[in-house]
């Protein structure tokens, strides 16, 4: 079955470390997407990437960095820049951009992160 | 500026009730609209979409969602609510001047037994 595959699904992190959240999808979709969820805020993107060797800062970059050497891949690095990480992240990919107005995004299950 | 707005953090409603999830947009243009739901630690799942064509839009699990041109709204509907329906709701609009969608801050609802 196609889809987005995160994980992993619960993760630690010390504080002054960075980590990487892995996002895989087989969908064979162009653009993917991070969101950070907090309680009352909604969905915030980090940063999106419409085709590989390419990604944009989203609303709230700071403290993040991401590749796309794949298109299949997405990961996202939270560095230690990063002050308040502790959040549920979210992975999503959409089709093409060309046709991705008459679509929406396929999201992946998320990775909490918690900061000890 | 393009947005989404959810003017309600909770919405309660008893089984068997019709219950209703409100959303307006600000876009220029027509918009084109979604709702996802979403269940505690779980990624987002797509309800419906309105795009073009007929301003009623039914989608999954008995959910439809009316589009009103002049109230700017898309709120989300069910005849008959149900106890498996308590989850996080959002309504989204896609950013025209980019690839990427524009999220509400969400609705909790909760459906009483």
């Known amino acids: 079955d196609g889809g987005i595959t995160q994980s992993p699904k619960y993760l630690f992190r010390k504080e002054g470390q960075n980590v990487t959240l892995s996002c895989e999808q087989n969908l064979n979709h162009d653009a993917m997407y991070w969101y950070r969820q907090d309680p009352g805020q909604g969905l915030r993107l980090i940063y999106y990437?419409?085709?590989?060797?390419?990604?944009q800062k989203g609303d709230i970059a700071e403290g993040y960095s991401v590749s796309r050497e794949k298109k299949e891949s997405f990961p996202l690095t939270v560095t230690s820049a990063q002050k308040n990480p502790t959040a549920f992240y979210l992975c999503?990919?959409?089709?093409?951009?060309?046709?991705?107005?008459?679509?929406?995004?396929?999201f992946g299950s998320g990775t909490r992160l918690t900061v000890v | 500026a393009q947005s989404v707005a959810q003017p309600e953090d909770q919405v309660n409603v008893a089984e068997g009730n019709p219950l209703t999830v409100k959303c307006t947009y600000s876009?220029?243009?027509?918009?084109?609209l979604f709702w996802y739901v979403q269940y505690p630690n779980r990624g987002l799942q797509f309800l419906l979409k309105y795009i073009t064509g007929d301003n009623l839009v039914k989608g999954s699990y008995g959910f439809e969602a009316e589009f009103n041109k002049s109230q700017t709204s898309f709120h989300l509907k069910k005849p008959s609510a149900l106890v498996s329906d308590s989850a996080l709701y959002f309504c989204?609009?896609?950013?025209?001047?980019?690839?990427?969608?524009?999220f509400g801050t969400g609705t909790r609802l909760q459906v009483f037994p």
């Open positions: 989204a609009v896609r950013d025209r001047t980019a690839d990427k969608l524009i």
């Open positions: 876009v220029s243009g027509n918009p084109y």
């Open positions: 990437s419409q085709i590989v060797n390419d990604f």
């Open positions: 999503a990919s959409s089709i093409d951009p060309s046709r991705a107005r008459y679509y929406g995004y396929t």
